[in-house]
């Protein structure tokens, strides 16, 4: 629940007058099992949250009414937000964004900017391509396509700065570059388990070409991200 970008959102909100903006918020990808919408809640918030995942909306739910709290989760996609123009004071995402094409992330955050009040805030996130492995088929740059769950899922990763494009309509006030390396719990994985975790559902690489990687997996392994966090002009 405490996720990284989900805290600086909230530390920034806390860091600036925001008296002015009546407290609600909109999480668009809100389900699982811990909703990071509570902290918000916690907070005083009058809460929203989309989900196009029905079992995801039910592990929310369970938290929500485990807790006690009226989160107001519903099914909706992001792409087509189910809110009327200028509804919320915040929005934001953390970690759905990035199984959308290209194509729908620019779609995603004009609506989310169609949902956001003037003088609101905005946060979303994108996964680098400096990351390592990336995984799947690219399809289309910064595209890869794996096979999960019975379906083709994306997830798609950007250069540093491609997401620049996503704002015309927003001002930029906070930005944040993120990479973890996992070095211990990367060194710690055998051969014999690298070998294991190798399926070329989700890997561009051979098995030859995995098996070669295990001594280069501490040089190569990272997440990298971009958090943007944005106002929407009076």
Known sequence: MTRPAVCNFLA???????????????ECGVGGRYPPL??????????????????RIVLANAFSRE????LNIIRGDMRDIP????SFSFVYECDSMCHLTKKDTNVTIKEMTRVLK??????????????????????NAGEFWIHYGG???????????????????????WKEKRTILYRDAIAQISQKDWIEWYDDTWTRYSR????????????????????????KPI
């Open 83 to 86: 809110f009327d123009n200028e």
């Open 38 to 55: 509570a902290l918000f809640y916690e907070r005083g918030h009058k809460t929203y949250g989309i989900d196009i995942a029905d079992d």
């Open 151 to 173: 379906r083709d899922v994306v997830h798609s990763y950007f250069t540093d700065d491609e997401p620049e494009q996503y704002f015309a309509d927003l001002e930029i006030v």
């Open 118 to 139: 003037k003088g609101g805030y905005l946060s979303v996130g994108f996964f680098l391509l400096d990351n390592w492995p990336l995984d799947g088929e690219e399809r």
């Open 67 to 70: 807790h006690d709290m009226n």
């Open 208 to 231: 030859e070409e995995w098996i070669n990687l295990y001594n280069e997996r501490l040089l190569r392994y990272r997440q990298s991200s971009l958090q943007y966090i944005a106002q």
């Open 12 to 26: 920034y909100l806390e860091g600036i007058d925001i008296t002015h903006l009546e407290k609600n918020v909109l």
